[in-house]
């Protein structure tokens, strides 16, 4: 499966942007998907997953109550709706796709990736 990830931006504190992952492939729908973050001179991080039916999603702390994950299967995407943004969360962010149904964190374990799309959110 091949992901396109988009919606990046320059953003002040406390605003909003919506990330959207497009995936190809006819089997989108048995594919976990993942946000995952690399802010500058740090490792990338798990943000969020979503389950096959968008059913189950899961997020680290930090952004709990702030980001929402959900996938559409009909049209192959996956999205990130960040609210409440804080400088902190400046990073480029990836979008992550891994075969079966177990949702995971670990980034290891997610073999299919997205390029990258950067967030800066300033103060």
């Known amino acids: 499966v091949q992901l396109q990830a988009s919606g990046g931006g320059l953003v002040q504190a406390g605003g909003s942007l919506r990330l959207s992952c497009a995936a190809s492939?006819?089997?989108?729908?048995?594919?976990?998907m993942g946000w995952f973050r690399q802010a500058p001179g740090k490792e990338r991080e798990f943000v969020a997953a979503?389950?096959?039916?968008?059913?189950?999603?899961y997020y680290t702390d930090s952004v709990k109550g702030r980001f929402t994950i959900s996938r559409d299967n009909a049209k192959n995407t996956v999205y990130l709706q960040m609210n409440s943004l804080k400088p902190e969360d400046t990073a480029v962010y990836y979008c992550?796709?891994?075969?079966?149904?177990?949702?995971?964190?670990?980034?290891?374990?997610?073999?299919?990736w997205g390029q990258g799309t950067l967030v800066t959110v300033s103060s």
């Open positions: 492939g006819r089997t989108f729908s048995t594919y976990v």
């Open positions: 992550a796709a891994r075969a079966g149904p177990i949702v995971v964190v670990d980034l290891s374990l997610y073999a299919y």
């Open positions: 979503v389950s096959w039916s968008g059913g189950s999603t």
